[in-house]
């Protein structure tokens, strides 16, 4: 859940509002076919529930979690503690460890950063040769249909004073562009994929939640007593054009971009 441009993450809400993500944390996981002995580093780790899996996994390896949330990284640190599991604040474009690594793990993300080729740049110097790299973030295309109701929110002559120089703050990276930067940055790609999603949420307070939770960079530029008023607004909209299925569910059409490759 790298972070470093606006706002500051609720590590205990995301961790109660980010059960879609780590369903998909644990599919992405299973392609990593660990042995037990691995080394491996999870950027952005967030609440550090998947490193903790990770970590399961590794009788005879180790692995570090980074996050720029220092309440992030407070929160894994005290929830999870094992000898081969480590937590660490660090933003994705500036790692520095003492360590090499088999592999790199990511998910849900690099839509929050920016400067990928800083990532990879950056990554490489800390991975074993023939390391492998798997992440897994919101890619292009991805929340359309939310992206669309809030962006003509903000414009509405409720909001708009609010959202002034406001700047769209997640970066939807296309296959496109890592078949560019993989190889300009020392690495071979395996595969990289736009891979559809339905992100289900269980009733509309959890469909709230997961708002609350991730598009906070929008929520931020509200006074207090207005955020729960917008996010209900956008819900209202949304719901308005996708309403709940037979069960009470709400669904989001999701992109996310899946990354294969191996350092060279």
Known sequence: MDKKLTGVWSAE??????????????????????????????IGCGDGLITNDIAVSLPD????????SERMIALASKTYQRKNLSFYTMSA????????????????????????????????????????ILFQMGGFGNAEEVIRIVEAMILDKRWQNYFEGFVFPYFFYKINDYKKLLPLTGYEPVRIELIPKDMIHENVADLKGWIRTT????TDKLPEELKEVF??????????????????RTHVKMIRLEIEARNI
């Not at 996010?231 to 009470?248: F, Q, T």
């Open 93 to 132: 474009e500036e790692i520095t460890l003492d360590k090499k690594f088999d592999a790199a793990f990511s998910t849900a993300t690099l839509h929050w950063v920016k400067d990928h080729q800083k990532v990879l740049v950056g990554l490489k110097k800390h991975l074993n040769q023939n390391a492998r």
């Open 231 to 248: 996010i209900d607004k956008i819900v209202e909209n949304y719901l308005a054009v996708h309403p709940v299925d037979e069960h009470g």
């Open 215 to 218: 598009w906070f960079p929008y």
């Open 61 to 68: 390896g180790f692995v570090v979690g980074i996050d720029s």
């Open 13 to 42: 809400d995301y961790a109660k509002n980010s059960s879609a993500q780590k369903i998909w944390a644990t599919e992405l996981l299973s392609k990593l076919l660990l042995t037990g002995k691995e080394s491996i580093i999870d």
